[in-house]
């Protein structure tokens, strides 16, 4: 069974940082793209970043570009999405999302998600 | 950026009763849209992608069509678990989403 778990959410201050983190089991996570998208309160969906299997390629929303790094050890089964110089309009759920087709493809659309975790920036 | 305008925002109907949610693009995505289903608290399930492939495991009442910039999703015959928010998304260029169909219960 494909799972995705999130996890690293809290509360922060403007400015301030933090690691989200995606543990991953129950498919060969190096042969697929992963992405994180987020969801404001009561807000629809945005996508935020995507990597490729390899790591070769990396992609990045114009809002979070400068600010958030996306990275993935294959190794340890793991994607990671580093926030830096939250905004209180970063607030949101992030999730983790498989791309559905193993190999290289972008944009892809997202088979599996995580439950997601709750970033919330607030003074 | 390729804008996805979905409609209605609300769609209030009883179960057993037949869905129509409907997806514009601003551009030609060909068939590059899927549709996802998001229970409060839950993360989205995909439903359909490349406009008309049920993903796994997805009852055969959902069914979607359309291609270039109009694409519906159809809910044949409405079942309780079936009251949700719908979104639709395309992978044409950079993904973006609609901004949701919620369907309650009338």
Do not use: H
């Not at chain 1, 990597?51 to 190794?75: L, M, P």
């Not at chain 2, 804008?3 to 609300?10: F, I, R």
């Amino acid at each position: 069974e494909v799972q995705l778990v999130e996890s690293g959410g809290g509360l922060v201050k403007p400015g301030g940082s933090l690691r989200l983190s995606c543990a991953a089991s129950g498919f060969t996570f190096s042969t697929y793209n992963m992405n994180w998208v987020r969801q404001a309160p009561g807000m629809g969906l945005e996508w935020v970043s995507f990597i490729s299997d390899t790591s070769s390629s990396i992609k990045y929303a114009d809002s979070v570009k400068g600010r958030f790094t996306i990275s993935r050890d294959n190794a340890k089964n793991s994607l990671y999405l580093q926030v830096n110089s939250l905004r209180a309009e970063d607030t949101a759920v992030y999730f983790c999302a498989r791309g559905r087709v193993s190999g290289y493809r972008w944009p892809d659309d997202f088979d599996y998600w995580g439950q997601g975790t709750l970033v919330s920036v607030s003074s | 950026e390729i804008v996805l305008t979905q409609s209605p925002a609300t769609l209030s109907l009883s179960p057993g009763e037949r869905a129509t949610l409907s997806c514009r693009a601003s551009q030609s995505v060909s068939s590059f849209l899927a549709w996802y289903q998001q229970k409060p608290g839950q993360a989205p399930r995909l439903l359909i992608y490349d406009a008309s492939k049920r993903a796994t495991g997805v009852p055969a009442r959902f069914s979607g069509s359309g291609s270039g910039t109009d694409f519906t999703l159809t809910i044949s015959s409405l079942e309780p678990e079936d009251f949700a928010v719908y979104y639709c998304q395309q992978r044409s260029i950079w993904p973006t989403f609609g901004q949701g169909t919620k369907v309650e219960i009338k």
